[in-house]
Each structure stands twice: as C-alpha cells, then as structure tokens.
C-alpha cells in the first residue's frame, strides 16, 4: 500500500513553460486535493475533487487546471509557468471532503 | 472570514521540558480540527482529529484538546526525535470540503 504518491520530486521551469504535477493513491479514496505551501503561509487549497468527474477551485487556483477521470488519479497542470508559482506542492486525499486527508512526499518546483 | 491562527511560530526546548502549542480559530461552526506533523522536506504526517469541544486525544508524548476557540497540542517530556513543524488545519461547516491550514508551529528540541 503506497498511499499517496507523488512524480517528479523535484522540476525546474523556465517562465512560460507548461507541466504537469501527477499525483496517485491506491487507497480508494473519492477526496482528492492539491496543496501550495510558501514560507510563512501554511497549505493552501488550490483545487480539489469529490470523485471521478467533478472538480472545484480552492483558495488560490489561478494558473492552475486540474482533472479527474479516475478515482486514483488527480494531476495539477500549469499551462504558463511564473515565478509567483515557484512553491512546494503537496496532494492529499481523504474517504470523503471532511475525513482525514492523507498526505503525499511533496514536489518541490522553481520557476525561473 | 474563517482564519487559523497558531502561536508561537516557533519553540526551542530542553529534552524533558514540556510545553504546549496553540491553535486559535475563527469559523462560523466546526465540522473537525485537525493536528499534523511535518518533517523538512516532508509532506504533512497525521496526528489528530477533534470534533468537539472538550474533546482529547493522546499518543505517546502528544495530547491534543479542544475548546470552543482554540486546540493546545502538548508536549510533554519531549525528545530530539519530536522537533518538528507542528501543523493545525481547521474545517469548517460553511467551506464543504476545504480544509484551512495555520502558518504552523516549529519545535526544536535539543539534547
């Protein structure tokens, strides 16, 4: 049991540059969720998902897609990389919106 | 406006010497209030869930409580292998299924 995976550790972009974060779990959990944490502010919501199809947008989701089209998968894309998105991202997931959320390793990224 | 806030922002402390951390909320009505721990370079590691005021949950050198306005994680008798950054996440009953982090609380305990 893997729990919550997350791909690449780390990735530098140049401003512009698109990507996708990818993030996993084998748990079954419907909840899944994607975190910014920046010096100084704590997690911040930027998208999440009840189930497979059905997305919504957090605190921060500005630059930011999200889809789900199964339940293990939830990859956070940026389609224009800035500097303001240089942070650590963290993916979680949960049974359900108010259960406990599992976290995964984390994907350090830097915008340049 | 729903807000978290947590104090001090840091804590250095003896082995053995205990403290407490606080974790204040504002939210128009509390669905749970959650404790996490986070190592460098980590992603945030589950500690505690409490739902209602009055409640407390231990495990080993940990106890967390709740009251109507604010959680205490406690320490006690802390080891080196307990610094830490101490996270508490809030949800609340008008923010279905967002959860709502504080800055966080990092502990240093030296030998």
């Known amino acids: 049991n893997a729990g919550v995976t997350q791909t690449p550790k780390f990735q530098v972009l140049k401003t512009g540059q698109s990507m996708t974060l990818q993030c996993a779990q084998d748990?079954?959990?419907?909840?899944m969720s994607w975190y910014r944490q920046d010096p100084g502010m704590g997690l911040r919501l930027i998208h999440y998902?009840?189930?497979?199809?059905?997305?919504d947008q957090g605190e921060v989701p500005n630059g930011y897609n999200v889809s789900r089209s199964t339940t293990e998968d939830f990859p956070l894309r940026l389609l224009s990389a800035a500097p303001s998105q240089t942070s650590v991202y963290f993916c979680?997931?949960?049974?359900?919106?108010?259960?406990?959320?599992?976290f995964g390793p984390g994907t350090r990224l830097t915008v340049l | 406006e729903d807000q978290v806030t947590q104090s001090p922002e840091a804590l250095r402390l003896q082995e053995g010497e205990s403290s407490s951390l606080n974790c204040s909320y504002t939210?128009?009505?509390?669905?749970?209030l959650f404790w996490y721990r986070q190592d460098p370079g980590k992603g945030p590691e589950f500690l505690f869930t409490?739902?209602?005021a009055g409640e407390e949950k231990e495990k080993e050198r940990l106890k967390a409580t709740l009251t109507k306005k604010e959680s205490f994680l406690h320490i006690t008798a802390p080891k080196p292998e307990d610094s830490a950054t101490y996270l508490c996440?809030?949800?609340?009953?008008?923010?279905?299924?967002?959860?709502?982090f504080g800055a966080g609380t990092q502990v240093v305990v030296t030998p």
């Open positions: 979680a997931s949960s049974w359900g919106p108010t259960d406990t959320q599992y």
């Open positions: 748990m079954n959990h419907e909840y």
């Open positions: 998902s009840v189930g497979a199809g059905i997305t």
């Open positions: 939210v128009s009505g509390l669905r749970g």
């Open positions: 996440a809030v949800h609340a009953t008008d923010s279905w299924g967002k959860l709502q």
């Open positions: 409490l739902y209602s």
